[in-house]
């Protein structure tokens, strides 16, 4: 069984940056195709970006050019870090991990909440 922890949210003003981090607790963390999503309030599950081993990385083109996804393979743990941070970018941040061989090893985070607001 894998655990997500994410870490890094908080209240942050509109240009402002933040960094999220989520630790894998299971082995083989190369094996998994790592993501993070995103939900506002009244709003669905959105992704935000993904990094899969041997492919490039992709956003959703709200946050194209401000925020970068990275992978630590040597520390299990995967990176978020949001510049230029706007209101719209306000909401919970789930860290996802799915394993490239086996999509039945589906697993979230419990999420971090980000605020961006003046």
């Known amino acids: 069984q894998v655990q997500l922890v994410e870490s890094g949210g908080g209240l942050v003003q509109p240009g402002g940056s933040l960094r999220l981090s989520c630790a894998h607790s299971g082995s083989f963390f190369s094996l998994y195709a790592m993501g993070w999503y995103r939900q506002a309030p009244g709003k669905q599950r959105e992704l935000v970006a993904t990094?899969?081993?041997?492919?490039?990385?992709n956003y959703v083109d709200s946050v194209k050019g401000r925020f970068t996804i990275s992978r630590d393979n040597a520390k299990n743990t995967m990176y978020l870090q949001m510049n230029s941070l706007k209101p719209e970018d306000t909401a919970v941040y789930y860290c996802?991990?799915?394993?490239?061989?086996?999509?039945?090893?589906?697993?979230w985070g419990q999420g971090t909440q980000v605020t961006v607001s003046s």
């Open positions: 996802n991990a799915r394993h490239l061989r086996d999509p039945l090893r589906n697993y």
């Open positions: 990094f899969t081993p041997g492919r490039d990385t």
